[in-house]
Structure formats: structure tokens, C-alpha cells
């Protein structure tokens, strides 16, 4: 998207200085990354960054509006209500896709949403380690609002800890040290302080909530950075659903990333956004009539994770059979561009821009972001058998903002709503 720095990077590579980039990786967490790194990082132009920028500050608009909580209650499934929700989502990640429109220009594409943590701790390593072995303009950042390592590490603490000590505050996962997004637990835990705790490892009583640290002390919790997804707890052996269901119960504790979040702002949101860089979507149920070129749609599941699920060549018996229309949706296919330049066949990408929200800001702002390359029909391993230049990474652009930009400002996108 910069064709000055991908063709300097691309003539540049080569696979020691790959494998020398892999090394600075594992080696503060050895055998941690438990999914592909792609070769190169992508460089985004000023005009498509910013496209991404206005669209989110439209959806954060959408979010902000008062009537946000009543449109997406039903979201909230019964038995997944969690009690004490916060007033406004810690974090959220924004998926574009960079596509190609009508009119054959590269445009950001919304393709999901959630409020809901992302790898905010190990996209800092990954910085780190490209900036280590290639040659990155200091004038691109992965950074976002004028924010440094630094300055992005506070803000970060300031999240995820609150006001608290660091050990009274838990990453929380099931199984966390087998999960495949464990380096950014550790890398986390690293930058934050906090413990990284298994959900069956957690000591209740009465309404505290206790763990016990490395010395064998017995230590209160009290905030909880929730990496839990609630359909992975579903599919958990019954002593882990067991050990779960406290936290659906009234708790001395605070939340950074409240559960409820990641039902409000998913899949579910979409229907209810109207942009020119996000894709027509619509509940199933709510269908009057099944368009006649279904051909350009997916068909989606409201409440997955890691793009379960999906059908990407829908029919109409798909949509037929669904036992549950009222929990999927309909959204128009957009058309990814193979547009980063590799040794062999262009490979297409989705930036996932990552938000964080300060308690009591009025908004969020945008922090820093992930890369995922592909070169098959969806970004995922699945789908990238047996390739090169495709996997996980990370996004550089000019970093002109400033956090006045960011936090409180108003909206210039207000007219799509």
C-alpha cells in the first residue's frame, strides 16, 4: 500500500533475516507462539488509515448513543448475563479487511467486531522484534494516538489494573497455558505485572475471590482481566463449566473487559451500522426475503469465535436448515485485495485496529493494531496450508495523532448514521 517500503522490504528479506526475526521472538517466551508469523508487516498509506479511523469513530458514535444498551440486550444470552456490568467496554477490536470497491479502489472493509480483549500485550513484542532485524521508517509506528512504547504500556497498565496492586489482578483464561494466544498472556503479565490464572484455579469465598501465587500465598482478586470466551467455556469438561459458573454470580470484584461487552459489540452490532466501509448485514430471522444473489453474502453466527462456523458459499437450504436463525447473519461478501506484494502470489490482509477505554473517558481511542496475511478464500490457518507470507503480524503507519484527537472528540461521520 506504500510501494516505496514494500518494494525496499521485500528486496531486503531473506530467510536468515527471517529466521533471525523468529528468534528475537521466542526468545523471551520459548515455545509460546503457537501460530504462524508472517514474513513482512504491512505499510498503510495516510488515506486508508484514516478511512479505518473515521469508521471507527462512527461505530464508537453508535455506541455512545443511549439507546445502544436497549437495541443489544437480546444479545446478551440469559444464562451469559454477567452482573455488575461496566459502564462502557475496556477494549475494543475493529477487523477491516483491505478490499477493493466498485469503483476498483482499495478501501477498508468492516468484516467483525468484538468488545472483547486482543493480543494488546504481545503486538509490543512483535514491534520490538521487527524493529530489530529490518530497517522500519521511524516516522511509522504501530502505535496509535501519538502514543509510544512507553506512553502505550501506561495506558495499558492503567486499564487492565486500575488502581489496584498488580497481584490482585488476574489475567483469566480456561487453561491458559495451552491456549494458542498464550505469548500475549505471558507478554502481559511481563509489561502489567498481573498473574495469568486458570479459571479451576480460582478460590471463592462468599462473594471474594481469591488465588494462590507462586510462593504459595493466598492472595484476594480484585479485578479480573477477563480473556474468557463463554463458548469455549460451553464446550469445557463439566468441572471446568463448574468452576466457571461463579463468575456468573454477584462478586466482590472488578471487571477490565466485562463479559457482557463481548455479546453487545460483535457480529450482532453489525446489522445496526450503516457505512460506506461496512458491509450491508442482517439478522436471518428478521429476513423478509432471501436476496436472489446469494452468491455475494456469508452467511455468519452471531455468538463464535475464530470464524467458526461460517459459510462462505451460501445456499438456500442453508439458510432453510438453520435451527436457530435468530442467532445468525447475513452480510454482503467484500472483495479482498491481493495487494501485498510477496516473493510468489500477492497475499491479502486484515488490520484489526485495537481500542482502549480509560474509565470515565468519554470515548476510547485507538492504541495499536494486529496484521493477518492470507492467501486463501478467509484470513485463518485453515485456509493457508502449506503457504509463505501469510499468518500473524502487524500494521506500520504514520503516527500524527495525539490523544486530544482521539479521546473525546467528536465524530465527522455522524452523517452515516
Given amino acids: 500500500?506504500?510501494?516505496?517500503?514494500?518494494?525496499?522490504?521485500?528486496?531486503?528479506?531473506?530467510?536468515?533475516?527471517?529466521?533471525?526475526?523468529?528468534?528475537?521472538?521466542?526468545?523471551?517466551?520459548?515455545?509460546?507462539?503457537?501460530?504462524?508469523?508472517?514474513?513482512?508487516?504491512?505499510?498503510?498509506?495516510?488515506?486508508?488509515?484514516?478511512?479505518?479511523?473515521?469508521?471507527?469513530?462512527?461505530?464508537?458514535?453508535?455506541?455512545?448513543?443511549?439507546?445502544?444498551?436497549?437495541?443489544?440486550?437480546?444479545?446478551?444470552?440469559?444464562?451469559?448475563?454477567?452482573?455488575?456490568?461496566?459502564?462502557?467496554?475496556?477494549?475494543?477490536?475493529?477487523?477491516?479487511?483491505?478490499?477493493?470497491?466498485?469503483?476498483?479502489?482499495?478501501?477498508?472493509?468492516?468484516?467483525?467486531?468484538?468488545?472483547?480483549?486482543?493480543?494488546?500485550?504481545?503486538?509490543?513484542?512483535?514491534?520490538?522484534?521487527?524493529?530489530?532485524?529490518?530497517?522500519?521508517?521511524?516516522?511509522?509506528?504501530?502505535?496509535?494516538?501519538?502514543?509510544?512504547?512507553?506512553?502505550?504500556?501506561?495506558?495499558?497498565?492503567?486499564?487492565?489494573?486500575?488502581?489496584?496492586?498488580p497481584k490482585h489482578v488476574v489475567l483469566l483464561e480456561i487453561k491458559p497455558h495451552t491456549q494458542k494466544t498464550r505469548i500475549d498472556f505471558y507478554c502481559t503479565a511481563a509489561y502489567t505485572g498481573i498473574a495469568v490464572v486458570c479459571i479451576t484455579d480460582i478460590i471463592k469465598e462468599g462473594n471474594n475471590l481469591f488465588y494462590t501465587n507462586d510462593k504459595g500465598e493466598k492472595i484476594a482478586i480484585k479485578r479480573i482481566y477477563n480473556r474468557i470466551i463463554f463458548d469455549e467455556l460451553d464446550q469445557m469438561p463439566q468441572n471446568i463449566k463448574e468452576a466457571g459458573s461463579i463468575l456468573f454470580e454477584n462478586l466482590d470484584v472488578e471487571w477490565a473487559g466485562h463479559p457482557n461487552w463481548f455479546y453487545r459489540i460483535s457480529k450482532y452490532t453489525m446489522p445496526l451500522l450503516q457505512h460506506p466501509c461496512i458491509p450491508a448485514s442482517y439478522y436471518v430471522h428478521q429476513l423478509e426475503t432471501v436476496p436472489d444473489d446469494l452468491e455475494n453474502y456469508v452467511l455468519k453466527p452471531l455468538f463464535s469465535f475464530a470464524g467458526s462456523g461460517v459459510i462462505i458459499d451460501v445456499t438456500n437450504n442453508d439458510i432453510a436448515n438453520l435451527p436457530d436463525p435468530q442467532n445468525w447473519m447475513l452480510q454482503q461478501k467484500v472483495n479482498y485485495a491481493p495487494i501485498i506484494k510477496t516473493p510468489t502470489t500477492p497475499a491479502k490482509a486484515e488490520i484489526r485496529l485495537l481500542y482502549l477505554w480509560e474509565n470515565g473517558a468519554a470515548r476510547p481511542f485507538p492504541a495499536i493494531n494486529i496484521a493477518r496475511l492470507s492467501k486463501g478464500k478467509m484470513i485463518g490457518v485453515r485456509y493457508n496450508q502449506n503457504e509463505t507470507w501469510v499468518?500473524?503480524?502487524?500494521?506500520?503507519?504514520?503516527?500524527?495523532?495525539?490523544?486530544?484527537?482521539?479521546?473525546?472528540?467528536?465524530?465527522?461521520?455522524?452523517?452515516?448514521?
Fill in 1 to 165: 500500500m506504500v510501494p516505496t517500503l514494500r518494494n525496499l522490504f521485500n528486496d531486503a528479506f531473506t530467510e536468515a533475516k527471517h529466521a533471525n526475526y523468529l528468534q528475537i521472538l521466542n526468545s523471551k517466551f520459548e515455545g509460546a507462539i503457537d501460530f504462524r508469523v508472517a514474513e513482512t508487516p504491512v505499510f498503510l498509506d495516510d488515506h486508508f488509515n484514516q478511512q479505518m479511523l473515521d469508521t471507527c469513530s462512527y461505530i464508537i458514535d453508535v455506541i455512545n448513543d443511549p439507546d445502544f444498551i436497549q437495541k443489544t440486550n437480546a444479545s446478551v444470552p440469559a444464562n451469559k448475563n454477567v452482573p455488575a456490568q461496566t459502564a462502557h467496554p475496556h477494549f475494543i477490536a475493529f477487523d477491516f479487511g483491505i478490499c477493493t470497491n466498485k469503483q476498483n479502489e482499495i478501501t477498508p472493509q468492516l468484516i467483525e467486531m468484538q468488545g472483547f480483549p486482543s493480543l494488546y500485550g504481545y503486538q509490543v513484542l512483535q514491534d520490538d522484534a521487527i524493529r530489530a532485524e529490518y530497517s522500519i521508517p521511524a516516522s511509522y509506528s504501530a502505535y496509535y494516538s501519538g502514543l509510544t512504547k512507553n506512553t502505550y504500556l501506561q495506558k495499558l497498565q492503567s486499564v487492565i489494573v486500575g488502581n489496584h496492586d
Fill in 391 to 417: 499468518g500473524g503480524s502487524i500494521a506500520y503507519a504514520t503516527n500524527s495523532g495525539n490523544m486530544d484527537n482521539f479521546n473525546g472528540a467528536d465524530s465527522s461521520n455522524t452523517s452515516h448514521k
